[in-house]
């Protein structure tokens, strides 16, 4: 009786060291006390899923002169389809013209940039508007985004939608070569219609990360 008594406290003990463990504990069956391993779930937080489109390479060393150069604007296509496709990039311009008439003013700032981020539109951009092509800078941002329509060419896309900001109500139509890494970019406000000509990327300038497609 002594030693059944010192077996089950000895157990017992150790059942309560295992218990602090979150993986697992053990307890004794009455029956026989023969030790058994129970499987304690431990609860993790939920996976956060990205996702990514991959441009898969192939080696150019055995290749010849053209054809390297043909494989080299497919894949340059290709991260330009995906830009896209994603719905989650940035215009950066270089020129603005009031359309149709205004003159063409080049842009060397670096900090304007027109973002399409998913669900909602990021917006800093250089506008003129008037005879004596009064400059400002129009700076918003909105989630009301409507009539998002994609058309896909031999030579690019063509990307258009609507958004609103308060009663003022916005068009935008961008026009993105596949071959140049082009983008014309449209954008019609409430007072004057903008046209400008840049390129479009997935990364905020000044980013570490950041560097052009081309």
Do not use: C
Not at 4 to 14: C, V, W, Y
Not at 76 to 99: C, E, G, H, K, T
């Amino acid at each position: 009786m002594k030693f059944s008594a010192t077996i089950g406290a000895a157990l017992l003990a150790a059942g309560a060291v295992f218990a602090q463990s979150p993986q697992f504990s053990i307890t004794t069956s009455g029956a026989d006390s023969i030790p058994q391993t129970t499987v304690v779930p431990v609860q993790q937080a939920p996976a956060r899923i990205v996702e990514h489109t991959t441009v898969y390479e192939e080696p150019t060393h055995l290749m010849s002169h053209a054809e390297r150069r043909a494989y080299r604007a497919k894949q340059y296509a290709a991260r330009i389809d995906s830009l896209v496709q994603s719905r989650n990039y940035l215009f950066y311009p270089n020129s603005m013209q009031s359309w149709p008439r205004g003159a063409i003013r080049s842009i060397y700032a670096d900090y304007y940039f027109f973002g399409l981020l998913v669900d909602r539109v990021e917006m800093h951009m250089p506008a003129e508007a008037g005879v004596s092509q009064n400059m400002w800078a129009v700076n918003l941002d909105s989630g009301t985004i409507r009539d998002y329509r994609t058309e896909h060419s031999a030579s690019g896309w063509e990307v258009s939608f609507s958004f609103s900001d308060g009663d003022a109500d916005y068009r935008a139509e961008l026009f993105v070569s596949t071959v140049t890494g082009e983008t014309l970019f449209l954008l019609a406000m409430p007072d004057v219609t903008m046209r400008y000509v840049g390129w479009l990327w997935d990364k905020r300038m000044g980013s570490p990360r950041f560097r052009r497609a081309d």
